[in-house]
């Protein structure tokens, strides 16, 4: 079994087969944690918010990746279903928390005047690695089914995100 680093290095550069052993890896959930919370850091300290602002985003963090997986099983397991797929929200919730791997070029916003495009860069990245995420999980043999169930449950987060702020008053 590769290490969590291995896995980090191969979930960035794409490797179909990483996402296949992390989805069967029930014990990897604590890695894909780690994953998202080092995300989050490097993209905390980046834009600067402080120690408060660190324990905030990632918190954050953590409950989007977890809402963002339960909606893509939800929908990729559900109601776009193929007949070979066969998943729970846990495979999701690991493989979906690896793709987060490129986010932690985030840091190099810290470089003065990269950080719109380093933010750029590990946005498209991570949303690469997420639809192959989500076809190796959902098993897949379309990728445009897997960036079908991407976009709607991107547009379903959003959607409750509004709703959660506007009832905040934000």
């Known amino acids: 079994m590769a290490s969590f680093g291995e896995r980090m290095v191969r979930a960035a550069k794409c490797d179909v087969a ?4 992390i989805e069967a890896d029930a014990g990897a959930t604590g890695q894909a944690v780690a994953v ?3 995300s989050s850091v490097a ?4 834009v600067g918010g402080g120690v408060g602002g660190l324990v905030v985003g990632t918190l954050a963090s953590l409950l989007g990746w977890a809402l963002w997986a339960y909606l893509i099983y939800w929908i990729g397991a559900r109601w776009l279903a193929e007949p070979e797929t066969n998943a729970d929200w846990g495979q999701l919730l ?3 928390g690896f793709a987060n791997t490129p986010g932690i070029i985030r840091i190099l916003g810290l470089i003065p005047g990269l950080r719109g495009i380093t933010f750029f860069v590990a ?10 995420a989500v076809r190796q999980a959902l098993d ?3 990728t445009g089914r897997a960036v079908g169930v991407c ?3 991107w547009i379903v987060q959003w959607v409750v995100l509004a709703i959660v ?3 905040l008053g934000r």
């Open 18 to 21: 990483v996402y296949e052993e």
């Open 36 to 38: 998202v919370v080092l």
């Open 43 to 46: 993209a905390g300290l980046a």
């Open 94 to 96: 690991r493989t979906v």
């Open 123 to 132: 946005a498209v990245w991570m949303l690469v690695t997420t639809v192959i």
């Open 140 to 142: 897949y043999r379309s």
């Open 151 to 153: 976009l709607l449950g």
């Open 165 to 167: 702020l506007g009832a």
